[in-house]
């Protein structure tokens, strides 16, 4: 609404509306945690979410070799006719890559998409619980799992030295899978400070950050 004395608009109706959608929606980078917390989960919180936001800052910058690499064969393809053979796998292999190494990033940050028409009219008590027995009993065991499996399609990948059988390029691809392994141990980590940030809820009734 127009606040006809201050001749201004004035947003404060429209406060945390689509905050999920903000990237400071979540997280501890810059935040101060409760004073009843206990002092070794604020510790741990702190820790691994500024690892997170450094880690997910690093691979943003990926998308600058992918940016400069399509603005290359779009120019190479249409105003010489002389199209890469590399452009397009760099640009799946990078996305690819950066997608995984900031995917813990997004978490930390609350920007991952979900589907909580219900869960917002929930109390934070029993949103607490609920993101606590979801963590517990379905991401945790699902990362670990796919902690395992991706590290032996790692290490198979590296000790064969493979390559992209799809591409006439032909790049390596196992730096490609343990980028992606290591996503998902970014995942795993910052799943400790997602469950110690829902055990609070769940015990407090209000969301530490």
Same mark, same amino acid.
């Given at each position: 609404?127009?606040?006809?004395?201050?001749? $201004?608009?004035?947003?404060?109706?429209?406060?945390?509306?689509?905050?999920?959608?903000?990237?400071?929606?979540?997280?501890?980078?810059?935040?101060?945690?409760?004073?009843?917390?206990?002092?070794?989960?604020?510790?741990?919180?702190?820790?691994?979410?500024?690892?997170?936001?450094? +880690?997910?800052?690093?691979? *943003?910058?990926?998308?600058?070799? %992918?940016?400069?690499?399509?603005?290359?064969?779009?120019?190479?393809?249409?105003?010489? @006719?002389?199209?890469?053979?590399?452009?397009?796998?760099?640009?799946?292999? /990078?996305?690819?890559?950066?997608?995984?190494?900031?995917?813990?990033?997004?978490?930390?940050?609350?920007?991952?998409?979900?589907?909580?028409?219900?869960?917002?009219?929930?109390?934070?008590?029993? +949103?607490?619980?609920?993101? /606590? !027995? @979801?963590?517990?009993? @379905?991401?945790?065991?699902?990362?670990?799992?796919?902690? $395992?499996?991706?590290?032996?399609?790692?290490? $198979?990948?590296?000790?064969?030295?493979?390559?992209?059988?799809?591409?006439?390029?032909?790049? %390596?691809?196992?730096?490609?899978?343990?980028?992606?392994?290591?996503?998902?141990?970014?995942? *795993? !980590? +910052?799943?400790?400070?997602?469950?110690? $940030?829902?055990?609070?809820?769940?015990?407090?009734?209000?969301?530490?950050?």
């Amino acid at each position: 609404m127009i606040n006809e004395d201050q001749d $201004k608009i004035d947003f404060s109706e429209y406060e945390n509306v689509g905050d999920e959608l903000l990237a400071d929606a979540g997280g501890a980078v810059g935040k101060k945690l409760p004073d009843d917390m206990h002092p070794l989960a604020r510790k741990a919180i702190y820790a691994i979410d500024h690892f997170s936001n450094w +880690q997910g800052r690093i691979a *943003c910058l990926l998308v600058v070799p %992918i940016i400069f690499g399509m603005f290359y064969e779009v120019i190479a393809r249409s105003f010489f @006719l002389a199209p890469t053979l590399w452009a397009y796998d760099l640009s799946r292999i /990078l996305y690819g890559v950066s997608f995984m190494l900031g995917a813990a990033y997004a978490l930390m940050r609350g920007l991952h998409i979900r589907a909580d028409f219900l869960y917002r009219g929930f109390t934070e008590r029993t +949103q607490g619980r609920v993101d /606590l !027995i @979801l963590y517990l009993v @379905l991401f945790m065991p699902s990362m670990l799992f796919f902690l $395992k499996a991706g590290y032996d399609f790692s290490l $198979k990948s590296f000790m064969q030295g493979e390559r992209a059988g799809d591409s006439t390029w032909a790049p %390596i691809v196992w730096p490609v899978k343990i980028a992606l392994t290591t996503g998902v141990f970014f995942l *795993c !980590i +910052q799943g400790v400070s997602e469950i110690l $940030k829902s055990w609070y809820a769940a015990t407090r009734g209000k969301w530490p950050v």
